[in-house]
């Protein structure tokens, strides 16, 4: 982020370009269904026609800790195949 401002609990900031490009990306991608946006625009259109191809996939590992387990679950985005 290029600037954090916080008004109390509530923190804002402006990005750089590069990291909205690849959050928008990776949003449309691990999208089942439908993708909002508060504007219908021709890059919005395309970016969704690029990304259609992919899927979520769920992720976990245990790792012994202690008398138990310690849990990761992450998701990835990941190219559909046939």
């Keep these: 982020?290029?600037?954090q401002i916080s008004l109390g609990s509530i923190e804002y900031g402006v990005v750089k370009e590069k990291y909205f490009e690849e959050f928008n990306e990776?949003?449309?991608r691990s999208a089942e269904e439908r993708i909002?946006?508060?504007s219908k625009e021709k890059w919005i259109e395309l970016l969704v026609k690029k990304?259609?191809?992919w899927r979520t996939e769920s992720l976990n590992d245990e790792l012994p800790f202690d008398n138990g387990?310690?849990?990761?679950s992450r998701d990835r985005p990941r190219k559909k195949t046939n």
């Design 1 to 3: 982020m290029e600037t």
């Design 26 to 28: 990776n949003l449309v």
């Design 36 to 38: 909002f946006f508060s």
């Design 69 to 72: 387990r310690f849990l990761i």
């Design 51 to 53: 990304n259609s191809d």
